[in-house]
């Protein structure tokens, strides 16, 4: 009985997981390319540390205020 109700659900089981895994990878392939982005603004500043963390406090204060 229990085995005929795994094989029902199953189906619903696995395309449920395999969703959450292409949402976890997607989040993360995403913060990973807004990195990419970052460092390609730090590449176009000369690659002066100072001036990148300079924008940073602009663009955090522009997110706080």
Not at 12 to 35: C, N
Not at 39 to 58: H, I, V, Y
């Amino acid at each position: 009985a229990i085995g005929v109700l795994f094989a029902i659900t199953l189906p619903v089981v696995t395309r449920g997981a395999a969703l959450t895994q292409a949402g976890l990878s997607r989040a993360m392939l995403t913060g990973l390319a807004e990195l990419h982005d970052r460092g390609d603004d730090l590449g176009r500043t000369g690659g002066s540390p100072l001036a990148f963390a300079d924008r940073a406090r602009e663009h955090r204060a522009a997110f706080t205020a």
